[in-house]
């Protein structure tokens, strides 16, 4: 690039050799013929200076900072490649133990609920007994209560009965013939009540 420069520069100064014949009769110096050797070697002498210094100085230092900038952005890219792979990897183990625990809290789920529901059977199974043996126990004591309610009843009838003539007539009376009235009242009316 710097070669095309110089060489443009030099065909330009040679283009304009026809114009500065035109301008020498103006009194131009720099376009007098007389001092066009010393021009061009002034000329010849700072683009090869500045040739030199571009050459040598310059473009080498451009040079090198644009190959140390695509070292480094091939190494940056290479960095991030490993690093989505990196990731993706990663993204694949967080996946698996994503599953892995939705399979075990799943699992912990259904065998907590299986044992919650044989508790709750054999606890209900166990309630049911308690509940049928309450029941028989309370069935027998109205039996009882049933067969001894007559005696009691006939008693309570014998000891009321008793004052109440007692109270009525003022004299003590024989309870036996007190009992043997109940206990005939009793015989005919038990059927009614108490299904005998």
Not at 33 to 53: C, D, K, N, R
Not at 65 to 90: F, G, H, M, V, Y
Not at 109 to 114: K, L, W
């Amino acid at each position: 690039m710097v070669k095309k420069i110089y060489f443009n520069s030099i065909f330009f100064s040679f283009f304009f050799i026809k114009e500065a014949f035109a301008a020498e009769s103006g009194g131009m110096p720099q376009l007098n013929p007389e001092f066009w050797v010393s021009q061009i070697f002034w000329l010849i002498l700072t683009f090869g200076i500045m040739y030199l210094v571009l050459s040598k100085l310059i473009l080498p230092k451009i040079s090198n900072n644009l190959e140390t900038r695509k070292s480094q952005i091939l190494e940056n890219i290479e960095a991030a490649e490993k690093q989505r792979e990196d990731s993706e990897a990663k993204l694949k183990e967080y996946d698996e133990i994503i599953y892995k625990s939705k399979l075990e809290a799943n699992s912990i789920f259904n065998q907590a609920r299986e044992k919650a529901i044989k508790d709750i059977s054999a606890k209900r199974a166990v309630l049911d007994q308690q509940i049928d043996n309450e029941i028989a126990e309370a069935e027998k004591e109205i039996d009882l209560l049933r067969k001894k309610a007559p005696e009691k009843i006939n008693k309570i009838a014998i000891e009321t009965s008793s004052e109440l003539l007692q109270k009525l007539i003022g004299a003590e009376i024989n309870n036996s013939s007190i009992t043997a009235i109940v206990d005939d009242l009793s015989k005919r009316n038990g059927d009614k009540y108490y299904g005998n």
